[in-house]
């Protein structure tokens, strides 16, 4: 047995959902308000049967490790010891020992697909003239295109073969490509949603390559501007940032780093000599990234375009950095300037520097500009938000610091604000609530289930139930015209030649990865159970129905090439198959 099925075992993941959030009983499931994102009707839903969640809002889902994993914002092994110790379970040495070898071994081969395919698109980039002059035309010159082995992924037919033959010659099988999520497996083929992307490696803060961020340059591309690398517990958005491995000793030098929001700002302002800088993966600041930049410089300075500075997104970051105890400087770019462009111009970055405002006034500035224009509606709102975020402070003199600050932009007496505050920091509901309050931001909708059909779905989810009511025929052929993901799935689940009568879903769930859990807990929790025969085979039905012609067409192949022994099986199958039909009127 290994460490997640331990826990699992031992710990039920109702008893630790309602440690976050109140589920009321709804048929066979439990509903309430998801703690991911929030909502006022209830989408999160547990199968306390099948020991999984999934929330129709932001489509997050898994068992009760990845549950606590993300909520807890920690990996799969962290949140089983976590479980573990709040449970008082205690764990076998044995059973720990081989989770953390198993653990070590699997990022492993992550990081080695990840540098091995960042290898061949930085080779790949060098021989393509089209990808060259795209970044020398942005401004980049070969010495930052090697420090950051940029690299690109050819769309042409024989580049995938040529990857994975790379990949290959260096002990790395397709299987890890499929699983770093650099490869994909379509109905029939491989493709990558890298094709044709210059391609903008990502390392921690130890140099392991992670993840990618694809970038379409072509000019009739339509396709969205970036791809990231999907997220696994080797590559979590919200805790890295480009190029810090790259930065890091000159961070060090300086005591300071610039935190900027791509990886094209982060390598133009590299370009030109700021090398004490890293980027955001396209996601907001997150907690882990203050604490991260802060075990390496004092001093950070955060970019904001000049069309980008939203309120909400101050406001949010300057809560994130009092949590953290940060303080900041914000620079601000002239209006409709981003790094890039600004240093392009001939732009002077440290000079803007020394003009730069801590965050606590800049926020304060930055909702204090239309201030007065406000109706007075809006201006308590305002206030108040603000007196909020002050509330969570823990340091007193700072808090009157800043109240006083806010008096001048407000123009409200400072005791009026301080008693507004003392009234806030008694109300230990709101502030509860605002500590809690989480960005949904990095919940991206997976969208491989999107061309999936509700009849597809039924059966997946009445062969996952070891329904009876299906003949093992039956079976067969589903398995065979399912499209994918769900085929790959249940040929997973349904090795062939083994008659797992009495399979137990918690085994099969485990024998999944986690994209393919989220799959299952997805589908399952939104299709639900098929229970009477009659209209299950009603549904069997339609399904070959839909798949006969190529079930014909494919029989005529499969016999040609199979011995005498298959050849009477696969006729007997087809032929009951075929009579079943006719017998309907199917076909
Ligand atoms: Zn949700």
Not at 16 to 45: M, N
Not at 143 to 166: E, M, S, V
Not at 417 to 437: T, V
Request: net charge neutral; aromatic share 8%.
């Amino acid at each position: 047995m290994n460490l997640f099925d331990f826990i699992k075992t031992r710990i039920p993941i109702l008893n630790v959902i309602q440690d976050y959030t109140s589920l009321k009983k709804a048929g066979k499931y439990w509903k309430g308000r998801c703690p991911f994102h929030s909502e006022k009707t209830a989408s999160f839903t547990v199968s306390p049967e099948r020991e999984i969640f999934y929330c129709f809002g932001c489509h997050l889902s898994g068992d009760v490790i990845s549950f606590v994993a993300k909520i807890e914002n920690c990996n799969q092994l962290e949140a089983a010891k976590l479980l573990a110790e709040k449970h008082k379970i205690d764990i076998p040495e044995d059973i720990m020992g081989q989770a953390h070898s198993q653990n070590h071994e699997e990022k492993q081969k992550h990081f080695d697909a990840c540098r091995h395919s960042a290898d061949w698109f930085h080779e790949s980039l060098k021989s393509s003239k089209i990808a060259l002059s795209y970044l020398k035309k942005r401004g980049l010159d070969e010495g930052t295109i090697n420090r950051y082995k940029i690299g690109y992924f050819p769309g042409d037919l024989g580049a995938i073969k040529k990857l994975i033959k790379h990949a290959q010659s260096n002990s790395i099988l397709t299987k890890n490509l499929i699983e770093a999520n650099i490869l994909f497996e379509g109905k029939s083929i491989l493709y990558s949603p890298f094709e044709e992307r210059i391609i903008f490696p990502i390392t921690d803060h130890l140099g392991r390559f992670c993840g990618f961020g694809g970038r379409i340059f072509k000019p009739n591309d339509e396709r969205a501007k970036y791809y990231n690398s999907k997220e696994n517990p080797s590559f979590t958005k919200g805790s890295l940032l480009f190029g810090l491995d790259l930065a890091k000793k000159e961070i060090q030098n300086k005591n300071a780093l610039f935190l900027v929001e791509g990886y094209t700002d982060c390598v133009a302002m590299a370009q030109h000599g700021i090398q004490n800088v890293v980027a955001t993966l396209g996601t907001s600041c997150t907690r882990d990234h203050l604490k991260l930049v802060s075990r390496y410089a004092e001093q950070l300075f955060i970019i904001y375009d000049g069309d980008n500075a939203g309120e909400a997104a101050v406001l949010r970051l300057t809560k994130l950095c009092w949590e953290s105890n940060i303080d900041p400087k914000v620079i601000m770019l002239p209006r409709g300037e981003d790094p890039a462009s600004f240093l392009e111009k001939g732009g002077d970055l440290l000079k803007l520097c020394s003009k730069s405002q801590d965050i606590f006034m800049f926020f304060l500035n930055t909702i204090g500009k239309g201030f007065t224009g406000l109706t007075l509606n809006k201006k308590l709102q305002t206030i108040r938000e603000f007196i909020q975020v002050i509330g969570q402070l823990d340091d007193d003199l700072k808090k009157d610091i800043l109240l006083q600050n806010a008096s001048k932009v407000f123009e409200v007496p400072f005791d009026t604000l301080k008693k507004e505050l003392d009234q806030i920091l008694e109300s230990p509901k709101q502030a509860l609530h605002q500590a809690q309050e989480k960005s949904t931001s990095d919940h991206q909708e997976d969208d491989s289930l999107k061309k999936i059909t509700n009849l597809e779905k039924q059966l997946f989810c009445a062969i996952l139930d070891d329904n009876d009511l299906i003949q093992e025929t039956d079976k067969e052929y589903i398995i065979a015209y399912m499209a994918q993901p769900l085929k790959g799935i249940l040929e997973k689940l349904n090795p062939k030649g083994l008659n797992e009568n009495n399979h137990n879903f918690k085994d099969l769930f485990n024998k999944l990865n986690n994209i393919e859990q989220k799959i299952v807990a997805q589908v399952l929790l939104e299709t639900g159970r098929i229970e009477e025969a009659e209209g299950l085979n009603e549904l069997i039905l339609q399904f070959h129905k839909s798949n006969w012609k190529t079930i014909v067409n494919d029989i005529k192949i499969l016999l040609s090439k199979a011995n005498q022994d298959d050849t009477q099986y696969i006729l007997q199958n087809f032929l009951k198959l075929k009579k079943k039909l006719l017998d309907k009127g199917l076909i």
